[in-house]
């Protein structure tokens, strides 16, 4: 639609994309109600916390998608391939590396994820070291070639910006470059403490998404993402989030967009979790010209699977901000997206667009016959 308050966002008319994400993509091995470490058999899906917005607005929500990432030119890779090919997305910014046998050069991404259930929380062991999207140059794409093209809007976030020392100047040559072409760029925080451990902790986490933060126009990520990435405090609150107080959070978000001119919109999600199996879930959303909008709490929140429920957050958000336009439908589309994401296993969502708006404006989950 052309009347958008929250967030100016080119026309779809003039486009070739209206999504592109830059991420490593992983092959995600589920041991499904076991353990990994008993696990005699393991389901397959693909995921990695930028690509999954990518393909949640192409199979959810219905918009033209791309993914840039590379991978080793093997059969994992290709199996890979096979799930991205369903997913929906152009793949034509795949760049595929020539494998050397045994992946002492150059490998793909797993990661061995555990749903958890109850008092037994989620558990994820990624074996991501020397891959393919971690070794990529910022000169490995034709930055100003894609977005001439037309593209709506870049995601990518802290998880790609971790991978390796080169991965934070790629993903800054493609923000630079969006932002160039009047592209809208957001960014989650996706805080790993995994991830940077041996490449400076947190204080190498909080420079570069410092300096990645001044390309950005629309910032996301939870408590632990602002408070560890970009230095900002969330007074009063603990761990669990028992209390989704939304006060302290405001007071937050005000400071980061004080400090950050570029921020139009800043958004989290709220999670409250008393067990694996039940989480309160929610979030809140600020833009410049509009101010701040809450979701929906959903209390007890029943999850199947948590993982990923954060990048569905994301994706329904843009959807909101891209087709819809007030702060308030985006925060709601996002919470509802994220929050049905989690009823099914892997880390993409298999929801409708159908479904989420008829959760986002009050539904309930009575059958449908």
Same mark, same amino acid.
């Given at each position: 639609?052309?009347? &958008?308050?929250?967030?100016?966002?080119?026309?779809?008319?003039?486009c070739?994309?209206? +999504?592109?994400?830059?991420?490593?993509?992983m092959?995600?091995?589920?041991?499904?109600?076991?353990?990994?470490?008993?696990?005699?058999?393991?389901?397959?899906?693909?995921?990695?916390?930028?690509?999954?917005?990518?393909?949640?607005?192409?199979?959810?929500?219905?918009?033209?998608?791309?993914?840039?990432?590379a991978?080793?030119?093997?059969?994992?890779?290709?199996l890979? %391939?096979?799930?991205?090919?369903?997913?929906?997305?152009?793949?034509?910014?795949?760049?595929?590396?020539?494998?050397?046998?045994?992946?002492?050069?150059?490998?793909?991404?797993?990661?061995?994820t555990?749903?958890?259930?109850?008092?037994?929380?989620?558990?994820?062991?990624?074996?991501?070291? *020397?891959?393919? +999207? !971690?070794?990529?140059?910022?000169?490995?794409?034709?930055?100003? =070639?894609?977005?001439?093209?037309?593209? &709506?809007?870049?995601?990518?976030?802290? +998880?790609?910006?971790?991978?390796?020392?080169? !991965?934070?100047?790629?993903a800054?040559?493609?923000?630079?470059?969006?932002?160039?072409?009047?592209?809208?760029?957001?960014?989650?925080?996706?805080y790993?403490?995994?991830?940077?451990?041996? +490449?400076?902790?947190?204080?190498?986490?909080?420079?570069?998404?410092k300096?990645?933060?001044?390309?950005?126009?629309?910032?996301?990520? *939870?408590? %632990?993402?602002?408070?560890?990435?970009?230095?900002?405090?969330? @007074?009063?609150?603990?761990?669990?989030l028992?209390?989704?107080?939304?006060?302290?959070?405001?007071?937050?978000? *005000?400071?980061?967009?004080?400090?950050?001119s570029?921020?139009?919109?800043?958004?989290?999600t709220? &999670?409250?979790?008393?067990?694996? !199996?039940? *989480?309160?879930w929610?979030?809140? =959303?600020?833009?410049?010209? @509009?101010g701040?909008?809450?979701?929906k709490? &959903?209390?007890?929140?029943?999850?199947?699977?948590?993982?990923?429920g954060?990048?569905?957050?994301?994706?329904?958000?843009?959807?909101?901000?891209?087709?819809?336009?007030?702060?308030?439908?985006?925060?709601?589309?996002?919470?509802?997206?994220?929050?049905?994401?989690?009823?099914?296993?892997?880390?993409?969502?298999?929801?409708?667009?159908?479904?989420?708006?008829?959760?986002?404006?009050?539904?309930?989950?009575?059958?449908?016959?």
């Amino acid at each position: 639609m052309d009347t &958008r308050t929250a967030l100016k966002v080119k026309p779809a008319s003039e486009c070739d994309f209206d +999504i592109v994400s830059l991420g490593e993509v992983m092959l995600r091995l589920d041991p499904g109600d076991g353990r990994v470490r008993t696990a005699r058999q393991f389901s397959a899906y693909e995921g990695g916390g930028e690509y999954n917005v990518a393909r949640g607005l192409r199979r959810c929500f219905g918009l033209r998608g791309a993914i840039v990432t590379a991978l080793a030119d093997n059969e994992v890779g290709r199996l890979v %391939e096979d799930f991205m090919l369903a997913g929906g997305l152009d793949l034509s910014y795949v760049k595929w590396v020539k494998y050397d046998g045994i992946g002492r050069t150059v490998r793909n991404g797993l990661n061995f994820t555990e749903r958890g259930f109850g008092a037994r929380g989620a558990v994820g062991v990624s074996d991501r070291g *020397n891959t393919a +999207i !971690s070794q990529m140059k910022p000169t490995d794409v034709d930055w100003d =070639a894609l977005f001439s093209r037309g593209v &709506r809007w870049l995601h990518t976030g802290g +998880i790609f910006a971790a991978l390796s020392e080169s !991965s934070a100047d790629v993903a800054e040559a493609a923000m630079k470059s969006a932002r160039k072409y009047g592209t809208i760029v957001s960014y989650d925080l996706n805080y790993r403490p995994s991830l940077w451990e041996n +490449i400076g902790g947190i204080e190498r986490a909080r420079e570069v998404n410092k300096k990645l933060a001044q390309y950005v126009d629309v910032m996301i990520g *939870n408590e %632990e993402d602002f408070t560890a990435s970009l230095g900002f405090e969330v @007074e009063g609150v603990d761990e669990n989030l028992t209390d989704l107080d939304t006060s302290s959070f405001k007071s937050m978000i *005000n400071n980061a967009a004080q400090e950050y001119s570029n921020f139009q919109v800043i958004a989290t999600t709220l &999670r409250g979790v008393s067990s694996a !199996s039940r *989480n309160d879930w929610a979030a809140i =959303a600020w833009s410049r010209t @509009e101010g701040f909008a809450e979701s929906k709490q &959903r209390k007890d929140l029943e999850i199947f699977d948590r993982v990923g429920g954060g990048d569905s957050f994301a994706s329904g958000l843009a959807y909101g901000l891209m087709e819809i336009g007030t702060i308030q439908e985006a925060v709601e589309y996002g919470a509802a997206h994220g929050a049905l994401a989690m009823t099914t296993p892997g880390d993409t969502s298999m929801a409708t667009l159908a479904e989420v708006r008829k959760l986002a404006s009050g539904g309930s989950a009575r059958v449908v016959r």
